[in-house]
Nanobody, 126 residues
Framework: VQLQASGGGLVQAGGSLRLSCAASGRTFSRYYMGWFRQAPGKEREFVAS????????YYSDSVKGRFTISRDNAKNMVYLQMNSLKPEDTAIYYCASDRESWAAGRRSEVQWYAYWGQGTLVTVSS
């Protein structure tokens, strides 16, 4: 299984970015997908997750209302639209694929994910 994240960059506070993650190597539509982030000196933290159909989405409190996760099962892609970015959103962002097919629930813990992309850096300047 391979995950390739892209779309990071430098943006001013209040701006927007759209992250993309291309998946291959397994039946994409059977698995939850998640976005996590890790800032320097901090642990990796949950950002958002999306169920295998895309019908259920979950967010951390810190990004709720600003970020939107979506997926296109026909293209094996998952996206993270980030609006109203803040300097505290600066981090490396990772996409991840669940270890279990047909999972349910929030799936917000790192332990639930078996495969990870290489990360894409998002820097928000003040």
């Amino acid at each position: 299984v391979q995950l390739q994240a892209s779309g990071g960059g430098l943006v001013q506070a209040g701006g927007s970015l759209r992250l993309s993650c291309a998946a291959s190597g397994r039946t994409f539509s059977r698995y939850y997908m998640g976005w996590f982030r890790q800032a320097p000196g901090k642990e990796r933290e949950f950002v958002a997750s999306i169920s295998w159909t895309g019908g259920n989405t979950y967010y951390s409190d810190s990004v709720k209302g600003r970020f939107t996760i979506s997926r296109d099962n026909a293209k094996n892609m998952v996206y993270l639209q980030m609006n109203s970015l803040k300097p505290e959103d600066t981090a490396i962002y990772y996409c991840a694929s669940d270890r279990e097919s047909w999972a349910a629930g929030r799936r917000s813990e790192v332990q639930w994910y078996a495969y990870w992309g290489q990360g894409t850096l998002v820097t928000v300047s003040s």
